[in-house]
Each structure stands twice: as C-alpha cells, then as structure tokens.
C-alpha cells in the first residue's frame, strides 16, 4: 500500500475499524518510543484525536496545524511514515516534530508552544483572500494556554469570522475546574446530533425575519446567562467562537462526528477535548510528567533501558543555587514549564515561597524577574536556550535598560541533539551579545557552574547568564574560572579559542597537534559577553594565526568578536577560522553525529588546525 492509499482509506473506515486501529496505533508507539526514546504520554493521549482527524480532513490539502508538535507521531504513522518509525530521532531519520521537508502532511514547523492558532488563522486568511478551497484545524494543548501567544491567536481568530477549527486537548493538568453533575449533563445536550441539527435550523428561522431576530437576541441573553454559571465555554465565545464541548477524547466515533460538523461551520469553531496524558500504558497514565520526554524503556514495566548516569550540569545547577538560597533570602527561582528539566524540582519542595513556575511564558517570567530585581530580590530565572529567544525584548526593554540584576541559567546551550533544529540552543551568544551591559558566563565542568554561578548571583552588577549544555562533564573535568579568559596551554604556531564543554576536545586536538609538530596555544573563555579580548590579542601576536572552535552559530559569535577585535588592532593573521555550527539549522541526531557534521568533532577540528598553520586557513 503506497502512501497516498494508506492515506485516503482512512475516510472510509467503519466506527469498528478505527477503534481497532487506535489500538494498533497505541501499541506501535509503544513499540517505537521504546526502543527510540521520545515524547510517549502526549502521544498515548492523542491516538482518538488523531485518528478522528484524518478521518474527517485529508492533511495533504487541509491544514493540520499543531502546538509544540511533540504529540505528532500517530499523525507520521497515518501519513506514510509508519516504516521508518524505528529511525525516530535519529540522524537522517524521522524528526520527532512536524517537519515540512520530511511531508506534504506537515503543514509547518511546531517546535515551541502557543503558536498554532495564530499559524492556522494566517493560513485561513491566506487561503479566503487567494479564493482557495482547504480547511483549517489546529491542535492546541491546554498547557500552550499558559502562553500569552496562545490568547492573541484565539482572539483575533474568533472575531475573524474565518471558518477554521480549534481543538483545545485538554488533558486535565492546566486548565478547568471540575464541572457539577448538571454542567456535565448540559454539555452532552449540546453535543448531541439532533441539538446541533435543530441549533442550524432555529437560527435560519429565527433569522429570516424582523420579529424572529428580536426573539433569538432575547432566548440568546437567557442562554448566554445559564451557560456562563454552568458550562466552560464563556470565555471561547465570548472571544467569537462556537464552543463545543467538553467531550471525550477517547471516543473515536463521538470525535469523528462532531469534527465533520465542525469543520462544516462557516466560521471560527473551538471543539473542547478532555484526553488522558499515557493512555493505554498504565506506567505513563500513572506518572505522565516522567513519560512526557523519555529515553528506550522496557515496553511492558516502563523500566528506563539506560538508567541515569553522572551528575549532570541541571542537577548540579538545581543543588548549587538551593545552597545560595539557603544563604540568602533574597535569591529566588523561576521556570517556564521546566522544573525537573532545569533541575529545580528539590528547589521547588525546599522553598515553595520562592519558587515561581510561570508556565509556558517566557516572556512573563523575565519581566516578572524584573520587577522582582527592581525591588531587591535576586531572581534566577532558569530556563533552555531556545525557548530563552523569547524573552530578547524584556532583556532590552525591562531589564537591560534599567540595568537590573536578574541571572539567566540558560540550560541546554550548544547541540541538544534528537530534539533537531526547533531545540538547539545555537543562537543565545549571538542575541544576547546586543544587549548592553550583559554579562554572559560559559562554565566547562560541573566545579565551573558552582563557581560561576555563585560569581553570576552575588559577584557581577546587572543582568548575568550562564550558560551550560545538555547532559553532563565531557573530558574536560577541571575548575579555572577565576578569570574571564585563561591559558591552559602555551605554543607557538597557533592560538586555539574555546569554551564550554568543547575545552577538553580542543585540549585533546592541541596534544595531536604537538606530535605533528605544531605548536598551539590553548585559551578557554569563561566569560564570552563581553569578550576578555586582552589574553587573545596578546597570544595572537605570538602565533599570528586564530583558530575558535564554538558550538554555536557564526553570526553574532565570540568567534567574529575576536576576529573583530584583530581587525581593529590592525593585526595581520596569516591564518583564521571559525569552527562553528555554520549559518543555517542543525538537524536532530546524537551529539557526536551532529559536532562530525558541524566539524567540531576532534578529527575535523585537527584537520582545520593543520590547514590554518599549513595554508594559512
């Protein structure tokens, strides 16, 4: 069966028939996330949904719009991915978010949270002013409504009058308080075929006349009165949508009924999902939050396949910065969404008086830090890389501009590796390099964020980031961070410039190089904003030849500032280069397979060094 058959026959499935491929479907992603690693509950808690949506829109002309995307892997499995599944998340297999490139089936990239309902109103709106025929649907996980992005979407989509589809997966962990017995019972009324039937018909008779219009503004107000003490829905329609719902999300038959009347709607539609996060795989509906991203499992206890292993820099970054709060009580902790992930979880127990989890709102949590900074706290807003672009605005405007002491932990710097290009966090040295008066520290073992994070709290003025990778320690397990820049090998021939965690590969490079017969200087940054120029200056004019190796992109990095800084001191290199994660995206892979492609492996690093002393870059 080729693609666009498994594809199609989708619609003609029976009631029986899609049951029964929600349970094959829920086995598969059992079989794969087992074996690959990924994100198993969200996907578990959507099979119902997803079926029931390909049932109704065919997503190689309509556009299925998701939020995050993290949930997309029954939506692969019915669009012809379903024999590659086994390569999920590995380098050149399939990506574990919606991937344009890899189908027609993925109408976008969805890789951070709160997006889809802006995306899918654009696409609405493209889609009437271009006279074209395809529907619109997006997929909106009720924790993306812990983002401000999410509200903006929803309310200029209601009153847009587009026709287009929200479906809020609401799986019970952010939002809605637990309706009575009459708003449950209110709510399948007005779910049933016959009251939607007889909805459509009242508003055309109703409608047709003068006398009928003052009567149904009349019903209507009484209406919107009981429906606002008793039902969930106020707020949607209040924004200009026709709320649907609650229903279940597990009742593949119900789902496919009220979306193909939804999706006949000729206007804005928001059809409320409640879903259980894991269903299916009791280890997962038990403990969701373990199951949300989670390495190759035993497939029948749930028991991890590769069990923990040492330290890592979030843990230690967890332990060290409930030290400093324990010294002072003025240092607080803040999280968008990520307590365990930032490490922060035994933070959180310790001192739930300063502990702060914004939800997704990146933005928020910064100028809440603000605020908190500006009346004397020291806030430590920890939070990953790429999620961390979020918040460059409130960095210039409510913190930069004030020069007020906030610190950034920005977790998951450099290559995170199968999580590809949406989760790399390649950009932060770049952006965060424009904000005047930031200090931005890059420690290379776990004894370097103790003591940098300690410097970033109570030794620097203004806004201060650390920054660290994914994971923990690679060879380089030593502590010289007592200054911005230090020399941690002398030579002659070449200046190697590093930071980070690629220290003890280029340490490892410098010692190849020697038996090659070249001698090279190795100089590790622990302070990359602003750049400590004076210590490479001074070992260039020895060398006269550059060679920085950064796990970041080229544009905006400490590679061009020092490049920068030659240029200025009107030194001649007779050699430079830049290895680097280029000019573009980085796709997902593990670490060692991404750093070969991006040639900050040991071996490409070598080979570049060579040419620059040999050939003079």
């Known amino acids: 069966m080729n693609q666009r058959e498994e594809y199609s026959s989708l619609a003609n499935l029976t009631n029986q028939e ?4 929600c349970q094959d479907l829920r086995r598969r992603i059992i079989q794969v996330v087992s074996q690959t690693g990924g994100h198993l509950a969200s996907n578990l808690g959507v099979v119902e949904l997803t079926v029931a949506l390909h049932r109704v829109y065919d997503t190689g002309r309509d556009r299925l719009v998701f939020d995050v995307g993290h949930q ?13 599944m086994e390569t999920l998340r590995t380098f050149g297999g399939v990506a574990g978010f919606p991937k344009p490139a890899e189908s027609v089936h993925d109408a976008c990239i969805a890789g951070h949270a709160s997006t889809a309902v802006s995306t899918a109103l654009g696409m609405a709106i493209a889609r009437t002013r271009l006279g074209e025929d395809y529907r619109v649907v997006a997929l909106l996980g009720d924790g993306s409504l812990t983002g401000g992005l999410a509200y903006e979407g929803l309310s200029m989509a209601g009153q847009s009058g587009e026709p287009l589809v929200v479906i809020l997966n609401d799986n019970g962990m952010s939002i809605n308080a637990s309706m009575g017995g009459m708003a449950q019972y209110l709510a399948k009324q007005r779910l049933k075929p016959q009251y939607l039937r007889a909805k459509e018909v009242y508003r055309k008779i109703l409608g047709a006349t003068p006398p009928g219009r003052v009567l149904h503004r009349g019903i209507h107000r009484v209406k919107e009165g009981i429906k606002a003490s008793l039902l969930p829905c106020e707020m949607f329609e209040g ?10 999300g597990h009742d593949v ?4 009924r009220l979306l193909r009347y939804a999706a006949s709607v000729d206007g804005p539609v928001l059809l409320h999902v409640k879903t259980v996060k894991g269903k299916g795989f009791r280890p997962a509906e038990k403990n969701p939050d373990d199951y949300h991203g989670i390495g190759p499992f035993q497939k029948d206890s ?6 923990k ?15 400093l709060a324990r010294q002072d009580g003025r240092v607080c902790a803040i999280t968008a969404a990520m307590t365990a992930g930032t490490g922060l979880t035994d933070f959180a127990q ?50 930069a501009i004030d020069h007020l002491h906030a610190v950034f932990c920005v977790d998951r710097a450099g290559l995170v590796g ?71 090998r002398q030579g002659s021939d070449l200046t190697l410039v590093t930071f980070g965690t690629l220290t003890g590969t280029v340490l490892a490079v410098a010692r190849r190089l020697e038996e090659a017969g070249i001698s090279a200087e190795v100089i590790k940054l622990n302070q990359i904003i602003p750049l400590p120029t004076q210590e490479v200056l001074e070992s260039l004019r020895k060398t006269g030849r550059l060679l920085v190796a950064q796990e970041c992109v080229d544009m905006g990095s400490p590679g061009q500032g020092l490049l920068a800084a030659a240029a200025a001191q009107g030194l001649c290199l007779k050699g430079s280069a830049l290895c680097s994660c280029g000019t573009s995206f980085v796709p997902h892979g593990t670490i060692p397979q991404l750093r070969a492609l991006c040639g900050l492996d040991e071996e490409s690093i070598f080979q570049k060094a060579r040419k620059v002393v040999a050939y003079g870059g």
């Open 350 to 399: 310790e001192f739930p008086e300063r502990f702060f989890d914004v939800g997704i709102a990146e933005e928020h949590a910064a100028t809440m830090a603000a605020g908190m900074a500006k009346q004397g706290m020291i806030p430590v807003f920890a939070v990953y890389s790429t999620f961390f672009q979020r918040s460059y605005d409130m960095l210039i405007h409510d913190i």
């Open 72 to 84: 997309c892997y029954v939506h692969k499995i019915l669009t012809g991915r379903n024999g590659q």
């Open 239 to 248: 924004m200009g949508f026709q709320y649907m719902g609650p229903v279940d």
């Open 302 to 307: 749930g028991a991890l396949l590769r069990p």
């Open 418 to 488: 199968d999580d590809g290009e949406t989760h790399h966090g390649l950009f932060d040295p770049g952006y965060l390099s424009t904000v005047p008066g930031m200090t931005v520290l890059s420690p290379a073992s776990l004894d370097e964020l103790t003591a940098m994070l300690k410097q970033a709290v109570h030794g620097i003025a203004g806004p201060v980031a650390v920054r660290y990778p994914r994971g923990g320690e690679d060879r380089y397990q030593e502590d010289h961070s007592g200054s911005p820049a230090c020399r941690l």
């Open 309 to 323: 292993g040492e330290e890592s820099f979030s843990a230690r970054f967890g332990r060290d910065l409930a030290d």
């Open 18 to 21: 899609a049951e029964e491929l």
């Open 253 to 256: 038959k119900g789902l496919t």
